[in-house]
């Protein structure tokens, strides 16, 4: 009972992780990097679909994405969706596939991508004690419920508090590693 709980447990505090590192990704560094893009939604025959499902994204070289669509009739809706996406890019086609150059981050700018990656981490920090939270409320209601002893339910959050401060150590490298790579010039 207690293992299914701390599994449990676990497997949201993981969700969280993949979450905070899906955020980071659309978070751009001065470095082209395919994953940016991955936000991107085209009007492809009147659905909005990803970018990766209708165009192969290549990193051409250290500032810029080579986008290689798979349909040549729709090079223009890929290009107005980058436009239009708010990762500030200005795609340029050469009627074969579209280049995407990295635009150079000012010190300011670099300032608010680590501010906003902060707030990715906090927010990935709140999910993995969240999930720490439930799973004491499902120990103490086990607990009440007399399914488990004092002791069982003590052992479990300890258990629960060495997963939580796994997860959010994990974090706190992986906002510290995006922080390097933003500040780096």
């Known amino acids: 009972?207690?293992?299914?709980?701390?599994?449990?447990?676990?497997?949201?505090?993981?969700?969280?992780?993949?979450?905070?590192?899906?955020?980071?990704?659309?978070?751009?560094?001065g470095r082209a990097h395919p994953a940016i893009l991955d936000?991107?939604?085209?009007?492809?025959?009147?659905?909005?679909?990803?970018?990766?499902q209708v165009a192969s994204v290549n990193v051409e070289d250290n500032r810029t994405l080579l986008v290689a669509p798979w349909?040549?009739?729709?090079?223009?809706?890929?290009?107005k969706a980058i436009m239009?996406?708010?990762?500030?890019?200005?795609?340029?086609?050469?009627g074969d596939a579209i280049r995407v150059p990295m635009p150079m981050l000012t010190e300011q700018t670099r300032k608010e991508m680590v501010k906003q990656?902060?707030?990715?981490?906090?927010?990935?920090?709140?999910?993995?004690?969240?999930?720490?939270?439930?799973?004491?409320?499902?120990l103490k209601d086990l607990l009440k419920e007399k399914e488990i002893s004092e002791?069982?339910?003590r052992r479990g959050e300890d258990e629960i508090q060495k997963l939580?401060?796994?997860?959010?150590?994990?974090?706190?490298k992986m906002l510290k590693a995006k922080e390097e790579d933003l500040m780096a010039v």
């Open 151 to 153: 002791d069982d339910l």
């Open 39 to 52: 936000s991107v939604m085209v009007n492809y025959y009147g659905q909005d679909t990803p970018l990766k």
């Open 164 to 172: 939580t401060d796994k997860y959010i150590a994990e974090i706190e």
């Open 84 to 94: 239009m996406s708010d990762l500030g890019l200005n795609p340029s086609s050469n």
């Open 117 to 138: 990656a902060r707030g990715d981490a906090e927010q990935g920090r709140v999910s993995v004690r969240n999930a720490r939270r439930d799973a004491n409320g499902m």
């Open 1 to 29: 009972m207690i293992d299914d709980i701390k599994t449990e447990a676990e497997s949201k505090m993981q969700k969280s992780l993949e979450a905070l590192t899906s955020a980071f990704n659309k978070i751009r560094t």
């Open 71 to 79: 349909e040549k009739s729709i090079i223009s809706a890929i290009e």
